[in-house]
Antibody, heavy 119, light 110 residues
Framework: EVQLVQSGAEVKKPGESLKISCKGSGYIFTSYWIAWVRQMPGKGLEWMGIIYPGDSDTRVSPSFQGQVTISADKSISTAYLQWSSLKTSDTAMYYC????????????WGQGTLVTVSS | QSALTQPASVSGSPGQSITISCTGTSSDLGGYNYVSWYQQHPDKAPKLMIYDVSNRPSGVSNRFSGSKSGNTASLTISGLQAEDEADYYCSSYTSSSTWVFGGGTKLTVL
């Protein structure tokens, strides 16, 4: 069974750094893309970017370029979403999800990681 | 990169059919047949309902169907059921090699 298990909820202060994770299992981690999707409180889905763990090829939405870093460690089947300096506007639920290809749909979703940024 | 345009809400009675539209541009939805639709119930992760404009993943009811004409894609749900009440999002591949979602449509089953 394909599973994407995300790290737990985080509470941070503005200006702090953060790295959340997404561990894949039940499939060949290096053969599928991992996408990150943001959902701010009460708002819609926003596609942030994707990474292919096989070679770390990464595509980031222009809306998030320079705001976050997407990475992966294929040795432990884990993808990451990272911020160097959080803002209160980064408060949101973040989902990781599996894509068959860069042009393929998001098929399997993680449970989400709630990030709260507040002073 | 602007979000695709969806109506904020639609509603229908059990047994009826409804259609949700999703409008983009020639740089995204109009330029590719990589359009997906997702269903999201409150406090749940989204679920893929349609991919590549009109294909249903295994396990998704055939009451759900998708189509596209020009820069507009549509999701049709026939034989509405109470369990269909949810938020629906379209998504399209773009000329930037990225994806973009629509703003979402809240479906109410009356």
């Amino acid at each position: 069974e394909v599973q994407l298990v995300q790290s737990g909820a985080e509470v941070k202060k503005p200006g702090e750094s953060l790295k959340i994770s997404c561990k894949g299992s039940g499939y060949i981690f290096t053969s599928y893309w991992i996408a990150w999707v943001r959902q701010m409180p009460g708002k819609g889905l926003e596609w942030m970017g994707i990474i292919y763990p096989g070679d770390s090829d990464t595509r980031v939405s222009p809306s998030f370029q320079g705001q976050v870093t997407i990475s992966a460690d294929k040795s432990i089947s884990t993808a990451y979403l990272q911020w160097s300096s959080l803002k209160t506007s980064d408060t949101a639920m973040y989902y990781c999800a599996r894509q068959v290809s860069s042009r393929g749909p998001v098929e399997n979703w993680g449970q989400g990681t709630l990030v709260t940024v507040s002073s | 990169q602007s979000a695709l345009t969806q109506p904020a809400s639609v509603s229908g009675s059990p047994g009826q059919s409804i259609t949700i539209s999703c409008t983009g541009t020639s740089s995204d939805l109009g330029g590719y047949n990589y359009v997906s639709w997702y269903q999201q119930h409150p406090d749940k992760a989204p679920k893929l309902m349609i991919y590549d404009v009109s294909n249903r993943p295994s396990g998704v009811s055939n009451r759900f169907s998708g189509s596209k004409s020009g820069n507009t894609a549509s999701l049709t749900i026939s034989g509405l059921q109470a369990e269909d009440e949810a938020d629906y999002y379209c998504s399209s591949y773009t000329s930037s090699s990225t994806w973009v979602f629509g703003g979402g449509t809240k479906l109410t089953v009356l």
